[in-house]
């Protein structure tokens, strides 16, 4: 056997770290992993927790001793993640390659808090499983923002429908009317055909007690009203969830051409009661040629904004939206009234899932 000591001729050493060197490397990866806003779990490969972060103990309420060397199934309830499964399972899935799901986490008190769960194995030099990585992040708040929005879509629907409803119980009596003096009017018109005087006397009574009971003249003119009524009320039910659609482009996962100016206006219409409690909202779009994009991922950047821009404000202002074209790019600004951002939360602002505390 080989000295280890001895390298093979064309064989490369990598130059050892000193002590002091791996100190400080140490001590840099220990700072970066403490710091970061996501949560961590590092398990070994029978899936004992074997390492957390900060950001976990936060969110969970743990101690750290308290989560060392227990089963990630302890505080993660997705039964499909590495961990929760056997030992020998985890040992040998082929689905520990980086993926993404949603699972929810265990805190101490026993909520259940929902995640956005990265997993991916840590292996050694002869690719066995050692363990595994979960970052996660926190999507209540996420969540509670979907919520919001549906809310409010859901808001903006009923309103039409609300008086939709209310006109046809209305419609419903007037038909019952018209249709009792019809009736009155039909009898008259066969008793004119019998030519039986009698009879024809008191077909004209009834039709006159059937108009004396109708107001004929009024129920013609409010005929015209709630139809024209409940075809708007229609017609803006359709346009919203026109813009819903266009807003999620359902059947658009490809890149395709898009007018950004329509983005926005499908947008607005979604965030439509967030804004007009609190903004008005003031327009300036240029004429702009379609741009080659993923529209509805376009759009969850322009709901971010305006909804954000709403939010800044405190009680009334201004959200203003303006698009252009500049040296080649199209573009789209907003912009508000509101309190702006600190240079603190500035610093803060790419970083995946922040939120102003």
Partial sequence: MRPE??????????????????????GYL????????????????????????RALL????????????????AICTNAELPGTASPEA???????????????????????????????????????????????????ER????????AGIAHEINNPLGFIFSNLGTLAEYSRDILGLVRGYEGLYQALEGGDADQIAQARLQVGSCRAEVDVDYLSGDLDQLIRES???????????????????LDKTEKTPADLNQCLESTLTI??????????????YAILPQVLCYPQKLNQVFINLLVNAAQAIAEQGVVSIRT??????????????????????RRCLFEPFFTIP
């Fill in 271 to 284: 965030a439509s009661n967030e804004l007009k409690y609190k903004a008005e909202v003031e327009k300036d």
């Fill in 5 to 26: 000591s001895v390298p093979e001729a064309g064989e490369e050493v990598a130059p050892k770290l000193g002590y002091e060197q791996e100190r400080r490397a140490n």
């Fill in 30 to 53: 220990e700072q970066v992993f403490s710091s970061m806003q996501g949560t961590v779990v590092v398990t070994d490969s029978q899936g004992l927790i074997q390492t957390v972060n």
């Fill in 231 to 249: 075809r708007e009320g229609a017609e803006r039910v359709r346009h919203i969830i026109q813009n819903l659609r266009e807003f999620a482009h």
């Fill in 143 to 150: 969540k509670e923002f979907v919520a919001q929005l549906a």
């Fill in 90 to 140: 985890a040992m040998h899935s082929e689905s520990l390659a980086l993926v993404r799901v949603e699972t929810r986490y265990r805190a101490r008190d026993g909520r259940l808090i929902p995640m956005l769960c990265s997993r991916s194995a840590l292996r050694d030099e002869h690719g066995r499983v050692e363990g595994v990585v979960c970052t996660a992040f926190d999507l209540t």
């Fill in 324 to 345: 252009f074209q500049e040296e080649g790019w199209v573009c789209a600004a907003v912009a508000d009234t509101g309190q702006g951002m600190s240079p603190e939360v």
């Fill in 58 to 73: 936060e969110l969970l309420g743990y101690t750290e001793e308290e989560l060392l060397g227990r089963p990630l199934s």
